[in-house]
Nanobody
Framework: QVQLRESGGGLVQAGASLRLSCAASGRTFSLYGMGWFRQAPGKQRELVAAINFAGESTYYADSVKGRFTISRDNAKNTIYLQMNSLKPDDTAIFYC?????????????????WGQGTQVTVSS
């Protein structure tokens, strides 16, 4: 099991940037793919971005492509989500999660461990 703790959320205006961090401890972080999900009120949790174990491959949802960047620092057991040009529609609780595999996980079922989430609110 891996323990995950997100940080970096907050309240910003549209067009601003935020960087989320997710610190991991427990099972060997560098062996597993990681992802960032978000869940807005009344909506299902959705995959925003994902990265494989080595950081060589990434995935982005169409809604964030070109604005968000996922990265990882295996030496620090941390992943990041750089979010630029934020929109009110980005308002949600953001969760990081660890997969059961080295590759990118595209489905919620691929993820074994979850953080508690961090709130991101974008005002218009």
């Amino acid at each position: 099991q891996v323990q995950l703790r997100e940080s970096g959320g907050g309240l910003v205006q549209a067009g601003a940037s935020l960087r989320l961090s997710c610190a991991a401890s427990g099972r060997t972080f560098s062996l597993y793919g990681m992802g960032w999900f978000r869940q807005a009120p009344g909506k299902q949790r959705e995959l925003v971005a994902a990265i494989n174990f080595a950081g060589e491959s990434t995935y982005y949802a169409d809604s964030v492509k070109g604005r968000f960047t996922i990265s990882r620092d295996n030496a620090k057991n941390t992943i990041y989500l750089q979010m630029n040009s934020l929109k009110p529609d980005d308002t949600a609780i953001f969760y990081c999660a660890a997969t059961k595999y080295r590759s990118i996980g595209y489905k919620i079922e691929d993820y074994a461990d979850w953080g508690q989430g961090t709130q991101v609110t974008v005002s218009s």
